[in-house]
């Protein structure tokens, strides 16, 4: 039996992808929303090339308990060149899932994230291409 290498890529990118959107698509439904405390926010690099002049990367870590256990996560954003000083007050807001805290994602925004929409497309494009039938 010859393995096709292409497809099984293209298959397990799509099962990522597809299974991403799905995780971000719970958290927007079902997600709980609470403060988590920084604990630390820095510059990624220098100035973007963008058109939008001053815009820089950051980085931020977190961490938030429930019920007794401390949870932690980190995520990036595109700001101005104001950079934070932490002293150890500052919170952010995020979401995590109930059953599984460890699965949470800072929120910006409370509307419908449409990222997960794109990467759901991109993940059943994928897994279509993987399970098509070659004419060869």
């Not at 099962?15 to 403060?35: K, R």
């Not at 932690?72 to 950079?83: D, K, L």
């Not at 002293?87 to 979401?95: A, P, V, Y």
């Not at 899932?97 to 925004?109: I, K, S, T």
Request: net charge neutral.
């Amino acid at each position: 039996m010859k393995i096709n290498w292409g497809k099984l890529i293209l298959g397990a990118i799509g099962t990522l992808f597809t299974l991403y959107s799905l995780l971000i698509f719970s958290l927007d439904l079902v997600g709980v929303s609470t403060d988590a405390r920084l604990t630390s926010y820095r510059q990624e690099y220098g100035e973007r090339n963008e058109t939008i002049p001053n815009q820089y990367t950051y980085l931020f870590g977190y961490e938030f308990e429930i019920d007794g256990k401390n949870y932690s996560g980190n995520g990036q954003r595109v700001a101005g060149p104001v950079h934070l000083k932490l002293s150890g007050n500052e919170t952010i807001r995020i979401k995590y899932l109930p059953c599984c805290p460890f699965l949470n994602q800072a929120v910006e925004n409370e509307g419908f994230d449409w990222a997960a929409v794109i990467f759901l497309v991109f993940g059943l494009g994928f897994l279509t291409l993987a399970f098509k039938k070659s004419k060869i």
